[in-house]
């Protein structure tokens, strides 16, 4: 019997890509998806057409009972989920300023972030404690503008607040032998980012990566699927940064600007 992967928001993006990627590793995947079906089946046949096994099931993992109904007929097809990656993007970040940033658009941002990863994550965890077991993984998706204090004020706090509830988690979890990490991308270049990133910011990231250009979800997915591995049993309760090196080369950049050039004495 194929372990099952369960991929909140996985029609698109990052969400999609992690998809592939435990499709190509074995796993019965499961697609879900808010409102683009169209989107969500062709991500399971690219899966099953390459000799993976996936299903598409939609749910606005936001409310209760739709991730009560989703984590059920999961259950009751499979009895058994064995990865939960939180990746569904539950609201968009505020771009304005923060003194024109509303009290509700930022209270939604928070509320809807935590409300995509609460209810799935209370659901799943007591049917991966009823497993005999007990190797679950937990894979939150946040973002490294959760150490952030550079602009987006509603979706740093949120990512912020992400990152310190997967440790609370981690730390609840452990005990049943179930690990609990976040995956902290930088930069993605993906249909969303496409409308808010100039030719300016792209050329920045490209200059500043290890690839030599900016991310595409692949990137991200292959982490989040090796961070579910059985072989990442011992790591828990981590926020493990993926940004191609831009901090580090950031750095690097900045130094050999500001460094004068040796001279002979």
Request: glycine share 8%; charged share 20%.
């Amino acid at each position: 019997m194929r372990p099952v992967a369960l991929v909140s928001g996985s029609s698109r993006g990052i969400g999609a890509a992690t998809a592939r990627a435990f499709g190509e590793r074995g796993y019965h995947v499961i697609v879900n998806y808010l409102q683009n079906e169209a989107a969500a089946l062709e991500v399971v046949s690219s899966i099953t057409s390459a000799g993976g096994s996936a299903q598409a099931i939609q749910a606005d993992v936001r409310d209760e009972e739709h991730v009560g109904r989703l984590v059920d007929q999961i259950a009751g097809e499979h009895r058994r989920i064995d990865v939960l990656v939180c990746n569904a993007n539950t609201a968009r970040p505020t771009f304005e300023p923060f003194e024109d940033v509303t009290w509700g658009a930022f209270l939604a941002k928070l509320d809807n972030e935590l409300a995509g990863v609460f209810h799935l994550t209370q659901r799943v965890l007591s049917v991966m404690r009823a497993h005999p077991q007990h190797r679950g993984r937990i894979v939150y998706v946040s973002s490294i503008s959760g150490d952030s204090s550079a602009g987006l004020v509603a979706h740093a706090t949120a990512k912020s607040s992400l990152n310190r509830f997967s440790r609370h988690v981690a730390a609840f979890a452990g005990q049943f032998g179930i690990s609990v990490n976040t995956v902290a991308p930088g930069s993605v270049e993906t249909d969303a980012s496409a409308t808010v990133n100039s030719a300016e910011i792209i050329a920045y990231l490209a200059e500043r990566s290890v690839f030599g250009r900016q991310m595409v979800p692949n990137d991200v997915a292959q982490v989040i699927a090796s961070v579910a591995d059985p072989s990442f049993a011992a790591v828990t309760g981590q926020i493990i940064t993926v940004d191609a090196g831009m901090d580090v080369l950031a750095q690097q950049l900045s130094f050999v600007g500001k460094r004068k050039p040796l001279t002979a004495d």
